[in-house]
């Protein structure tokens, strides 16, 4: 239950979006599913369960849609703290390894091919790590279990299927 209200506050915290404007679409163990009709946009979003050294904001990983602008399933991260400006954001899931393209805060897929590889993997994995090296030369470690993930995902894009 903590949990849920966990994921909640975190979605209404995405934007300057009146809270009020956020619909719920489920909670799927560590994940959740929301829609915002305003923008119109859905995504799927969990907080990372575990992180290495003292965190500056909640990190978390979403999966985003956005109708109006033909964009499905964009990968997205935010770093539990700023990141050195030389340093890659990777993203590791079963194995696999993504670069992924950052802000000081921020790291994103690359291209559509990229989110769908990262999606794909995500289906088909127990858990996922984002790494960096902080301002501070020390590690950044954001983990993330993705149990519900998937269920999470489909929900969202169900959620934007009629929104335009």
Known sequence: MKKRFVLLGLAMSLSAVPASAKDSLGIFNSWGAFR???VPRCYAIAE?????????????????????????RQFHVRLSRDRST?????????????????TRSD??????????????AIRSATSMTVESVGRDGKPIVDAYRLRGAATAIDAASLGCSRLR
């Open 36 to 38: 915002d009709p305003d």
């Open 48 to 72: 990372s369960e575990e992180i290495t050294g003292k965190a500056e904001r909640k990190s978390f990983a979403t999966v985003g849609f956005w109708p109006k602008r033909s964009i499905r």
């Open 86 to 102: 030389n340093s890659r954001v990777i993203v590791s899931i079963a194995g696999r390894r993504f670069q992924l393209s950052a």
């Open 107 to 120: 790291g994103w897929s690359q291209d559509r091919r990229m989110d769908a590889a990262i999606n794909a």
